[in-house]
């Protein structure tokens, strides 16, 4: 049987991807935990905003 969510078509799921400067790509549900990664990599790692 068909689902019958409604006419709304699904939401994408948000992920802050971690981009170390050693070629590490790392992904978190939160900005927070991207952030505190990011922090005890030293701080120089890029977090960019990906949708699945």
Known sequence: ??????????????IYQLALPDGVIRQYITYQEAEAANQRAGGTGTITITSQ
């Open 1 to 14: 049987m068909p689902c019958n969510c409604g006419q709304n078509s699904p939401q994408p799921t948000i």
